[in-house]
């Protein structure tokens, strides 16, 4: 149902002992394949039911300056962050 195309596999060596549908496979092999990015995706949920944060992955890069003010708000930015402090500062 999902119009989402599945990136290709990429081949893990065997010697690289990572295999596909596991989140070493998708962080260190930098797979992008369906059952390795649902096991990094199951990973990333059940880390923030147990912790209540947001994993932290070094594959999301982080977002540019300080978001998350209502200046940067203000100077037109309407990312997540800033709507959430243009919201906040609002109440
Ligand atoms: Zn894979
Ligand atoms: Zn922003």
């Given at each position: ?27 260190r ?15 990333g ?5 147990r ?24 100077k ?11 919201r906040?500062?609002?109440?």
């Amino acid at each position: 149902m999902s119009p989402r195309v599945a990136a290709p596999p990429v081949y893990f060596p065997p010697s690289s002992g990572l295999v596909h549908g596991t989140r070493p496979g998708y962080q260190r092999g930098k797979c992008r394949c369906d059952p390795c990015a649902e096991a990094n995706a199951a990973y990333g949920r059940e880390w923030k039911e147990r912790t209540g944060r947001p994993v932290a992955t070094s594959t999301v890069p982080p977002l540019p300056a300080r978001h998350g003010s209502r200046a940067l708000h203000n100077k037109g930015c309407s990312c997540d962050r800033c709507l959430d402090a243009a919201r906040a500062a609002r109440r």
